[in-house]
Nanobody, 117 residues
Framework: QVQLVESGGGLVQAGGSLRLSCVAS????????IGWYRQAPGKQRELVAV???????NYADSVKGRFTISRDDARNAVSLQMNSLKPDDTAVYYC???????????WGQGTQVTVSS
């Protein structure tokens, strides 16, 4: 079984920064991709940023240049550094991972990010 535990959400003013972290119960070497999705009220869940086991990244156009995803395989963790935050970034952010062992998708419980104007 796989568990993903997020931390780092909160309330921040527009233009501020937050860093989200996700710790996996398995080695992150076994996940590809791993990363972050978000869901705002009344909207569908959308990709924010993911990273493959080889280090290839994929970002939503709306966050390019502001968000940076990184993985720390020694800690079984993936992080999302979010800078220049906007009110439109307000959402519940979910850690996501596809486990290579069974090709199934796993999700964390979500962490709330609120950006005030």
């Amino acid at each position: 079984q796989v568990q993903l535990v997020e931390s780092g959400g909160g309330l921040v003013q527009a233009g501020g920064s937050l860093r989200l972290s996700c710790v996996a119960s398995r080695s992150t070497f076994s996940f590809t991709p791993i990363g972050w999705y978000r869901q705002a009220p009344g909207k569908q869940r959308e990709l924010v940023a993911v990273i493959s086991s080889g280090g290839t990244t994929n970002y939503a156009d709306s966050v390019k240049g502001r968000f940076t995803i990184s993985r720390d395989d020694a800690r079984n963790a993936v992080s999302l550094q979010m800078n220049s935050l906007k009110p439109d970034d307000t959402a519940v952010y979910y850690c996501y991972a596809r486990w290579a062992v069974n090709e199934k998708d796993y999700w964390g419980q979500g962490t709330q990010v609120t950006v005030s104007s």
